[in-house]
């Protein structure tokens, strides 16, 4: 239980350890509170985490080619709610949701899944897999930032200098294969930017408007009520069909359900509960290099002088704003 508030830099810090960026980001309930001691199976619970969502960014861009985005993001996260749901039942974790919560939840689920897996579907269908995890962990520079105007803080040098390294590192990623490709691309990076500033409003609002739930049941009504919709849309405006997917299409379907909703968010809980914050929030800066070199590896993106550029200003603004 925790003793005390987060501060606008701790909800800041733990932003980049909800989301991943392929994948919707939670409110984090205020049962989980980080122990100081560093204990050997946090480390591992963290780095199945980190892995889990690190390799989810190239699969999810190899799904929209056979998938469209509202279908592919929508039903996987359907599914990896439900889900989510059977394992906090199993856990005896109460899924009743008071009454007085429902806008809070309501509102969370649209900031942080909704809005997080329309926007960064469709911004896959313009960035390479590896461009888009890099702007989707700008979540704690832009939340830092908005916690002056919603929670009252100022922010401090650090978090200015943040906000320095975010836009350094998307100018890395707009000066990248010249011009025109930059032109190309500009639609994505605005709809990935727009995921990240959504997130990171859900994320800050969460200190206002907490949500008193049990993680794992907290985690699948986000879920379940933001994706729901989206899939609703997906099978309405979408004419999408899985008739000719492979074997390997299919696990890796499954990869994008089960373990991007369940196992490495089981994982990412069991973490919080083992680790200290920081360290937490330090750890899963590994997300974004993994999917930058796995999406480099597996998808063939560029990986140079601009991708390795923008890779070091985005994670040295993250981490100050997760320090400041």
């Not at 083992?274 to 997300?287: E, F, H, Q």
């Not at 480099?296 to 993250?318: K, M, N, R, W």
Request: proline residues 7%.
């Amino acid at each position: 239980m925790l003793i005390r508030p987060w501060s606008g830099a701790e909800i800041a810090g733990k932003v980049p350890l909800i989301l991943n960026r392929s994948i919707p980001p939670m409110t984090l309930p205020n049962q989980l509170a980080a122990k100081a001691r560093i204990a050997p199976a946090g480390l591992l619970f963290l780095a199945i985490t980190s892995i889990g969502w690190g390799f989810n960014w190239p699969i999810t861009k190899y799904l929209l080619s056979l998938l469209p985005p509202l279908t592919l993001r929508g039903t996987t996260g359907v599914v990896g709610a439900c889900l989510l749901a059977l394992l906090a039942v199993s856990r005896r974790q109460n899924l009743h949701v008071p009454r007085e919560l429902l806008p809070r939840l309501v509102l969370a689920a649209f900031l942080n899944v909704g809005c997080w897996m329309v926007m960064m579907g469709f911004a896959l269908l313009w960035l390479p897999a590896s461009e888009a995890a890099l702007i989707a962990y700008t979540m704690p520079v832009w939340a830092s930032i908005l916690a002056w105007p919603i929670l009252g803080e100022r922010p401090n040098l650090l978090r200015v200098i943040s906000l320095v390294m975010a836009f350094a590192g998307l100018s890395a990623i707009l000066g990248g294969n010249g011009f025109a490709a930059s032109l190309a691309k500009l639609p994505g990076i605005l709809l990935a930017l727009g995921g990240a500033f959504g997130f990171a409003v859900g994320a800050v609002l969460a200190k206002k408007l907490p949500i008193n739930l049990p993680p794992v049941s907290a985690a699948a009504w986000q879920i379940g009520i933001g994706c729901l919709p989206v899939a609703l849309a997906g099978l309405l405006i979408e004419n999408a069909s899985v008739a000719g997917f492979s074997d390997f299409d299919w696990l890796l379907l499954s990869y994008a359900t089960v373990v991007q909703f369940c196992i490495a968010y089981v994982c990412w809980f069991a973490a919080l509960a083992r680790l200290p914050a920081s360290v937490a929030a330090i750890g899963t800066m590994a997300v974004p290099v993994i999917g930058v070199v796995a999406s480099a590896l597996a998808l063939h993106e560029p990986l140079g002088i601009c991708q390795i550029a923008a890779l070091v200003f985005t994670l040295a603004g993250v981490a100050l704003a997760t320090q400041s």
